[in-house]
């Protein structure tokens, strides 16, 4: 019978470290070859560190060919494993940090998708306010939807989280920062498009497909609340946007973020006054381990930029 390769890897090493950062870009960036300009080297180089990471774990992480880049399921438990170690690495450099009273290395915030157009959303304000006061700490900005986000500051992968407020951790600290409204919409070639919509009512509008994010929200609440016919799913407010535009289904959108499509003549808002909901945007930190003073400062600062008082429900001292 043959044997499997014992591993090389014992103590992680200062390469060992580098190797998973590459194959974390690799993973990130979707391939060899669209992760050279995040890296910064060649795609043979890329291949020949990443056979060295599979030599160094005994494992196969990925297959790379003519049919594209793809992980293997050993390559997707090492990915996950690295997000975990790299982010223990980085409190370990921060807390050093703390140690000697200054603000550096990185911070990871994650933003739900489509705020930057928001007026009343401030995280910009917040950004200039902290670069000013931390001008050395690399700031790293990601985008995504509810629960990946929450998941990653619960696991340390973000240090700051913003999303609309769905449910609440008590493994999470919570401040309140901005609101957004919600409207319906249809598209062009939709029938309710250019047609009298006075007399509609949620009996009318249940009648035509609905498209509905596919995560728990407020989105997925109103839907079950009011018997809409859910037909079809997406998971950002891009693809609800683009079911939209196909003219056969009706969905809710950020009312800053469809501006563009109403003025363009490709959506129009479906009686506003009627359809329509709040939904309140939070900041969200983990609460174990205290988080580094890079964490709190930016913390401070989202708070200052948005007239909530910078100690209001932080537990812990900034």
Known sequence: MKQKTRPMMGQLS?????????????????G???????????TSSISRHIKDLEIRLGLTLCRRGRGGFSMTAEGEQIY???????????Q???????????MGGQLNVAVHDKTASNPAAKIHEAIALFSERAPEVALNMHVASSNPIERGVLDGQFQIGIIPDHRSSDSLTYANLFEETMLMFCGA???LFNATQDNLGWDDISAHHFACLGYHSHNMEISHQMGL???????????????????????????????????RGQMQVVKPDQFNYKCNFVGMLRRSPQPSRVSQAFWECLLLAHGKSASASVPFHV
Do not use: W
């Open 80 to 90: 996950q494993e690295t997000l975990r170690l790299l982010s223990s690495t980085d």
């Open 189 to 191: 070639k939709h029938p």
């Open 229 to 263: 016919s859910r037909k079809a799913t997406g998971f950002d407010q891009e693809s609800i946007a683009t079911l939209i535009l196909s003219g056969k289904y009706l969905g809710f959108l950020p009312d800053h973020y469809a501006d563009g499509y109403v003025a």
């Open 32 to 42: 060899m070859a669209a992760s050279e300009l995040e890296l910064n080297i060649g």
């Open 92 to 102: 370990f450099r921060s807390s050093v940090d703390d140690i000697h009273r200054r």
């Open 14 to 30: 200062d390469m060992d470290i580098r190797l998973l950062r590459i194959f974390k870009s690799v993973v990130d960036c979707g």
